[in-house]
Structure formats: C-alpha cells, structure tokens
C-alpha cells in the first residue's frame, strides 16, 4: 500500500486525509443504507485505503492497531 | 476478530454498528489533530475494528475490500 500509494499521500498530507475518510465513509454509510453487495464492499475498500493511508503519514501501523483487540480485547 | 467478536456484533445490527463507526472516526480525527501516537494508535483500532465489525455484519470481507486497491488501483 506505501509502495503504490505513499508519495501521493504524503503530498496531501494528514488534515486533507482526514476530510477524505470522512467522506468516504459517509459514501460507505449510504451504500450501506441503499446500496447492495458490490457497492458495500466498495466504499469498505475505500474508507480502508484511506485508513491505511492515515495510518501511514502518521507513521504508526495499522496492523499493530487491529492486533490490540486481539492481544488484548476491551 | 469474528470469533471473538461476531455474536455481540449481530446483536448489535447494522445501523447500530454505522453509528459506531462515525464517532470513533470522530475520535480518530481529533486523536489526530491534538493527540500523541498512543492515542492516535488506539483510535486507528477502534476504527477499524468498527470496519470489521461492519463487514462481518454485511457478509463482506474486508480483506477482499483492501484488495482490490492492490489489483486495480485506482
């Protein structure tokens, strides 16, 4: 994902990349909403990518995230 | 993360698990804006955690999501 995604990412930066995710996962709650299977797995693709791509420009792993809730589940 | 996870996330349903979603993305954004890498870790998790849950609950998976971005960017 850095590999193809990263230098763009970086030039939009973290604040640009907040506002994206936001709208991304109002289009996920849409298709939730009204939309069917091939429209739901889209938008969950995308609100991830741009999670991922958080993730990245603010240097912190994604992986290591998700794997508290499996070390260590609240 | 549906073993540990899954029966307490049907219970929940759907919107439910949307609404869910939203504020820990708003969380996140503010982790992001005033927070230090520890918080923003946590929050990145939340978030997805929230994804997963939504995916599991909509017979998707999350995975197959993410990949499409590496098959077919974009």
Redesign the interface.
């Known amino acids: 994902?850095d590999k193809?995604?990263g230098e763009a990412d970086r030039a939009r930066g973290?604040p640009a990349t907040?506002a994206w995710?936001?709208e991304e996962?109002g289009e996920?709650?849409q298709a939730?909403r009204k939309g069917d299977?091939d429209d739901?797995?889209?938008e969950?693709?995308d609100?991830?990518?741009w999670?991922?791509s958080?993730?990245n420009q603010?240097?912190?792993s994604?992986e290591?995230?998700?794997?508290?809730?499996?070390i260590d589940?609240p």
């Open positions: 994902m193809l995604y973290v907040v995710l936001a996962l996920l709650a939730v299977s739901q797995l889209h969950l693709g609100v991830f990518a999670l991922a958080l993730a603010l240097g912190l994604l290591d995230a998700a794997n508290r809730y499996v589940p």
